[in-house]
């Protein structure tokens, strides 16, 4: 049997007008699926490029976490012919992409409108703290005030005690994903129709959406979620436990089997032979009995031990890893998820992989994150047939520009 193209969306090309993270995040989807995505970046470049503490080949650690496999170039669409050219981009490309505040690349003339009139079968994204409408559109965002105003922070920390973030952006993120999806699915509608769309990513709507069951308990009871801590609303054996080493286990025993597994591994017969524990409904209410018998056993063996002897009754566990141990872990290597990427320069760079997995298609390869600029004459050439003197031309009157070698940072 042949072999299929790992690059499913290699005959898409993504105009890439975002910034920062959850833009880019989206985009780099696209790219990890073989669409070919144009960074369009200010003179200064990204400003994730400079955001310390970690360097590398002179670029963030944070930029090239969240650009692999895509061209750069810089274009002053402040200008009449930055934009004209930015147009002619636009017209041969399947997908803009932006997250700029609502109606801020509208006041360069880069609006849905005047990008679908050069080419209506465009998928215009845009990606916003609150969205396209609504009494808070125009107000500024960043991840954490998405996740503080959407309800998520204030479930996150132990009971009791602060609010706190998530350890990962996610509001960011998953506006990223979303984004992605929506794209996809837009341009399989456009398959069939042979019509762009416009679609409006709001941060604050992700997040809302991701609420899901702590959302319907709400609205269902009216009782306002607290701080979630280690624990899980409705399920008591759903948590961390401290073990005697000081290291936390997870341990998800969901189920009636579960339930009673995880009592013999314990050696908590008695909680295991109660008729009033003998439900979800009954582990629900006799909750506080529970947890305060699995503390005291878990205090008895080390973290690794009460691994080891869960999963042999078939109970999932897992030990709270620290980033490192989390990414030393063979289970990841084995599925490929550390890159490493090698520039044309000899630097290596590793990265988190792509998730998304085909194993009938082949690996597909992956490329450097691109320097600023460096595909400025590339793109300038082979989209928009160009040439060499009308590029050197644009790049003397600052219209582009392009690479140049920058010391290491």
């Known amino acids: 049997m042949t072999e299929l193209d790992p690059n499913l969306l290699g005959h898409i090309r993504v105009l890439d007008l975002s910034l920062f993270l959850s833009g880019p995040y989206g985009s780099q989807i696209l790219a990890d699926m073989g669409a070919e995505v144009i960074k369009v970046e200010p003179s200064g470049g990204d400003m994730t490029r400079q955001l310390p503490p970690n360097f590398i080949a002179g670029d963030s650690a944070y930029f090239h976490s969240i650009n692999r496999n895509k061209k750069s170039i810089v274009i002053n669409y402040k200008t009449p012919e930055g934009l004209q050219l930015l147009k002619e981009l636009a017209a041969n490309c399947d997908v803009l992409l932006e997250n700029q505040k609502p109606g801020g690349l509208a006041e360069h003339g880069i609006s849905y409108e005047s990008i679908s009139a050069v080419n209506p079968g465009i998928i215009y994204c845009s990606i916003t703290g609150f969205g ?7 107000r500024p965002a960043y991840d954490m005030v998405i996740q503080a105003l959407s309800g998520g922070m204030s479930m996150t920390g132990e009971p009791g005690g602060a609010a706190v973030r998530a350890g990962i952006p996610l509001a960011d993120l998953s506006a990223g994903l979303y ?7 837009a341009l399989e509608s456009r398959r069939q129709t042979g019509r762009g ?6 941060m604050l709507d992700c997040q809302i959406a991701m609420l899901s069951y702590q959302a319907a308990y709400c609205l269902a009871s009216g009782t306002i979620p607290g701080r979630q801590g280690k624990g899980h609303e409705s399920i008591p054996t759903y948590r961390s436990f401290t073990a005697r080493d000081g ?22 017969n008695e909680l295991a032979a109660d008729p009033e524990l003998a439900t979800r409904k009954g582990r629900y209410y006799h909750r506080d009995r529970i947890i305060t018998a699995f503390d005291r056993a878990f205090l008895e063996k ?18 709270v890893n620290t980033v490192g141990e989390a990414l030393a872990n063979p289970q990841v290597a084995w599925r490929n998820m550390i890159l490493e990427l090698i520039d044309d320069e000899g630097n290596h760079l590793r990265v988190a992989g792509n998730p998304i997995k085909l194993p009938q298609d082949g690996e597909r390869t992956h490329t450097f994150p691109p320097r600023l600029a460096q595909h400025t004459q ?32």
Do not use: Y
């Open 197 to 202: 769309r416009f679609i409006d990513i709001s």
């Open 302 to 319: 080390d973290a690794d031990d009460w691994v080891a002897s869960l999963l042999a009754e078939g109970v999932p566990v897992g030990t």
């Open 247 to 268: 290291r936390d286990v997870v341990v998800c025993a969901n189920t009636d089997r579960m339930w009673q597994s995880f009592c013999l591994a314990a050696g908590l």
């Open 378 to 409: 590339e793109v300038l050439r082979d989209v928009l047939k160009l040439s060499p003197e009308k590029i050197s031309e644009l790049e003397t009157r600052e219209i582009v520009r392009g690479h140049r070698r920058e010391a290491p940072v």
């Open 179 to 185: 984004a992605a999806t929506a794209i996809c699915a």
């Open 132 to 138: 396209q409408d609504g009494p808070e559109h125009q």
